[in-house]
Each structure stands twice: as structure tokens, then as C-alpha cells.
């Protein structure tokens, strides 16, 4: 139905009601009793919460000294965890051998999924070894600065980039589905 139509039909059909139509029975008495009821209602509920003031206070009370309570002991927890010398962190030499190591697992089950697949470019070995030159030179200057991040994430780069390439000229995005 189109709204024109719609809009006629409603028009109509309200023109039909009976305007004098009065309700089978009184309804005042059930619109009084809901009125005192609701009234009840809510004087029994401020004389609860009278009664309960002082019980909830006192609750209140001890229930925001356990919260204050657990949040100092939390954060002493932590604070004295954190100034303890943590055994499983590595730093240094230990952590650039484990990113080369882990690089280097990478790096060869990748070649070894493409080694029959044919390169986009015959280069890609070239480029690939001199992204292993540069990694050399990143680990020699951590050897004197094994802690600085900045060489760390210079290091990643460079292997993530050895693995993208190696990724892209076996496997362009544009053949993929």
C-alpha cells in the first residue's frame, strides 16, 4: 500500500470510530487503588531506607576499607615485584643471538616452501644478501651497544624485510585470490 493510499485509508477509517464510545464499567476505583498503592509503596520505602541508613553505612564503611586495603597490598605487590631482578628477561648479545636464531628459522622454512616455485625477479638473491650485509652491520654496532632499541628495531626491520621479499617474489598479492 502506498503511503497516499495508506494515509486515506487511516483518514477513513478514524472518520468510522464512534466518538461518544464510553468504557463498559467505571474505572476510577482501579485508577484510585493504583494511585494509594503506589503511594504505600514508596512511603514503605523511605521508611526502609531510614531503618537501613545506619546498617548500610556501617557497610559501607568497611566494604571501602577492604577496597583501600586491597589496592595498597596490590600495589606494594607489584612495586616490590617490579624492583626484584627478573630472571626470564634477556638483554644484550643473548637477546640479538635469539632474534637472529628465530630469523634465521624463518627465513629458511620459507625457502624451503618456495624452493620449487619460480621468482618474480632474478635478483631477489642479490637483494636478499644484501639485507644480510646490513643485519651484520646492525649486530656489529650492538655488540658495542648491545641494549639500544633503536638498533634492535633496526635489526627487525631488516629481517622483516628479508621475509617480506622473500614472501612478495614467490608469491605476489596480486595472484592471490
Not at 494509594?36 to 531506607?49: C, G, H, P, T, Y
Not at 531503618?51 to 564503611?61: D, E, F, G, Q
Not at 617474489?169 to 585470490?177: A, D, E, M, N, Y
Request: glycine fraction near 2%; proline fraction near 3%.
Amino acid at each position: 500500500m502506498h503511503k497516499p493510499d495508506f494515509e486515506q485509508v487511516l483518514q477513513g477509517k478514524l472518520a468510522q470510530l464512534d466518538t461518544q464510545k464510553q468504557p463498559e464499567r467505571d474505572l476510577w476505583p482501579g485508577i484510585e487503588l493504583a494511585l494509594v498503592k503506589q503511594e504505600d509503596e514508596a512511603r514503605n520505602v523511605f521508611d526502609l531506607s531510614e531503618k537501613n541508613v545506619r546498617a548500610n553505612s556501617n557497610h559501607r564503611y568497611w566494604t571501602k576499607a577492604a577496597v583501600f586495603a586491597a589496592a595498597v597490598a596490590m600495589l606494594a605487590l607489584v612495586s616490590w615485584k617490579g624492583l626484584l631482578p627478573s630472571d626470564e628477561m634477556i638483554s644484550g648479545d643473548e637477546l640479538v643471538a635469539a632474534l637472529s636464531a628465530q630469523h634465521e628459522e624463518q627465513k629458511n622454512a620459507l625457502l624451503v616452501q618456495f624452493e620449487g616455485k619460480s621468482a618474480l625477479t632474478d635478483n631477489w638473491q642479490q637483494q636478499l644478501t644484501e639485507l644480510d650485509n646490513a643485519a651484520e652491520a646492525i649486530k656489529k654496532a650492538l655488540q658495542n651497544e648491545p641494549n639500544n632499541m633503536a638498533l634492535l628495531k633496526m635489526l627487525q626491520s631488516v629481517h622483516q624485510q628479508q621475509i617480506n621479499l622473500i614472501e612478495r617474489v614467490h608469491s605476489p598479492k596480486w595472484s592471490q585470490i
